[in-house]
């Protein structure tokens, strides 16, 4: 017999997104959020990361992550000229 599997707590997004990432269901594709679908295209994933965990790290505070805010745009920026962007 299959024992029945209690239902888990919905999952979010990494903090500093501040919403909710949809609920798998059963009969639907989850949407992947258009926001991480572009970082994760732009080789700038890890920078991004670093970014929100200094954000967590220093209770929100942004100013005290500038270092990681910078070295974020820069790939952002890298990533635009490589791809011709504007």
Known sequence: MSEEVPPQPQPHARPGHGRPIKAEEDDEEEEEDLY???????GCKNEHFA???CMDDNNRDWRKCQHKVKEFQECM?????KHNCK
């Open 36 to 42: 991480d679908v572009l970082v994760e295209k732009s």
């Open 77 to 81: 920026k890298q990533h635009a000229k």
């Open 51 to 53: 970014l929100l965990d």
